[in-house]
């Protein structure tokens, strides 16, 4: 999964009427009635909404089923349980303290369940097959808007190939890229941030380096967005490696207003008695050295109104991605 932290908002009360109430009030606002039926699922047959592609189980588990993951030719797959904390707020904190990992082939992971009572989440990963690289999950333009910014470059070179080959000269291109979204219950992307690093060696020392961030939001449901942020480690200080990290936070409003408002009190629990917006902070991280090994995490929150509706996708790999 490499590096990253989920912020997943939980609160204290009955989790089984929590889910229920949360499964139809959604399916009521989309002018749907289902039965309150989660409430009574037993753990080893989680109930299905009819509506909706996620079940709940009566431990708590939240398991999505809008799945990218299924599809995809993946090797080396596994699912991880990860645990996380409670911050003052309630909020279940992931992974705060993870290191970069060490990258290699394509690689692909998805959060494919989501317990709010004991703060913990599963998360399934794998590599993509040569096939499956070139079809990787991306951002469909035509459902949103997309937003390119490119950072204050660390070097002066132009954006280098990621496949090219060292020639005459021993300065060698490299470029690696790490990508987070977040999707909602329908299976849309509603916000992604993809950070593009490039950088060249030579002499087993950084001589360059630049960056480009692709920005994403869904264009309706008047989602808003931060500028881009920020941060470069190593190069030029430290030619050893160049590392670079781009941040952006997301805002959403109107989910959670169109539940309470068309459920009352009944759709403000369902969303967990919080009435603040759905934020995303979303800050996947590269790192680059002179051999053309590369680290790849990402660190992320989620909070908010209906945010346990909502999981993330991760993929990373060699080029560039939008």
């Given at each position: 999964?490499?590096k990253?932290?989920?912020?997943?908002?939980g609160?204290?009360?009955?989790?089984?009427?929590?889910?229920?109430?949360?499964?139809?009030?959604?399916?009521?606002?989309?002018?749907?009635?289902?039965?309150w039926?989660?409430?009574?699922?037993s753990?080893?047959?989680?109930?299905?909404?009819?509506?909706?592609?996620?079940?709940?189980?009566?431990?708590?588990w939240?398991h999505?089923?809008?799945?990218?993951?299924?599809?995809?030719?993946?090797?080396?797959?596994?699912?991880?349980?990860?645990?996380?904390?409670?911050d003052?707020?309630?909020?279940?904190?992931?992974?705060?303290?993870?290191?970069?990992?060490?990258?290699?082939?394509?690689?692909?992971?998805?959060?494919v369940?989501?317990?709010p009572?004991?703060?913990?989440?599963?998360?399934?990963?794998?590599?993509?097959?040569?096939?499956?690289?070139?079809?990787?999950?991306?951002?469909?333009?035509?459902?949103?808007?997309?937003?390119?910014?490119?950072?204050?470059?660390?070097g002066?070179?132009?954006?280098?190939?990621?496949?090219?080959?060292?020639g005459?000269?021993?300065?060698?291109?490299?470029a690696?890229?790490?990508?987070?979204?977040?999707?909602?219950?329908l299976?849309?992307?509603?916000?992604?941030?993809?950070?593009?690093?490039?950088?060249?060696?030579?002499?087993?020392?950084?001589t360059?380096?630049?960056?480009?961030?692709?920005?994403?939001?869904?264009?309706?449901?008047?989602?808003?967005?931060?500028?881009?942020?920020?941060?470069?480690?190593?190069?030029?200080?430290?030619?050893?490696?160049?590392?670079?990290?781009?941040?952006?936070t997301?805002?959403?409003?109107?989910?959670?207003?169109?539940?309470?408002?068309?459920?009352?009190?009944?759709?403000?629990?369902?969303c967990?008695?919080?009435?603040?917006?759905?934020?995303f902070?979303?800050?996947?991280?590269?790192?680059?050295?002179?051999?053309?090994?590369?680290?790849?995490?990402?660190?992320?929150?989620?909070?908010?109104?209906?945010?346990d509706?909502?999981?993330?996708?991760?993929?990373?790999?060699?080029?560039?991605?939008?």
């Amino acid at each position: 999964m490499g590096k990253y932290q989920t912020v997943r908002s939980g609160r204290n009360f009955p989790l089984h009427w929590r889910a229920a109430t949360l499964v139809s009030a959604i399916a009521c606002a989309l002018g749907i009635g289902i039965p309150w039926h989660t409430a009574s699922a037993s753990a080893s047959t989680p109930s299905a909404s009819p509506v909706l592609p996620m079940t709940v189980d009566a431990t708590g588990w939240i398991h999505y089923e809008n799945l990218e993951i299924t599809s995809l030719a993946l090797k080396d797959r596994k699912v991880a349980t990860v645990s996380g904390r409670r911050d003052k707020d309630g909020s279940c904190v992931f992974g705060e303290n993870a290191r970069l990992t060490l990258g290699g082939p394509a690689g692909y992971s998805e959060e494919v369940a989501f317990n709010p009572n004991t703060c913990q989440a599963k998360v399934e990963s794998g590599t993509l097959s040569q096939s499956a690289e070139g079809n990787q999950p991306n951002t469909n333009p035509n459902t949103g808007l997309i937003e390119t910014s490119e950072s204050t470059p660390v070097g002066t070179a132009s954006t280098p190939s990621s496949a090219s080959v060292a020639g005459p000269a021993t300065t060698q291109p490299f470029a690696d890229f790490e990508k987070v979204s977040y999707v909602d219950p329908l299976d849309i992307t509603i916000t992604s941030l993809t950070n593009n690093l490039h950088w060249e060696s030579s002499n087993n020392r950084i001589t360059e380096a630049n960056a480009t961030g692709v920005s994403y939001k869904f264009a309706w449901d008047n989602w808003s967005a931060s500028n881009m942020t920020w941060t470069w480690w190593g190069y030029p200080s430290y030619p050893s490696y160049t590392e670079d990290q781009v941040a952006q936070t997301f805002y959403n409003t109107d989910f959670e207003a169109v539940i309470v408002a068309i459920m009352g009190y009944a759709g403000y629990a369902a969303c967990g008695f919080d009435s603040s917006p759905a934020t995303f902070y979303l800050a996947p991280q590269v790192k680059g050295t002179p051999s053309g090994y590369y680290y790849y995490g990402h660190l992320n929150s989620v909070s908010g109104g209906c945010s346990d509706l909502v999981h993330f996708r991760e993929n990373h790999g060699s080029g560039s991605s939008s």
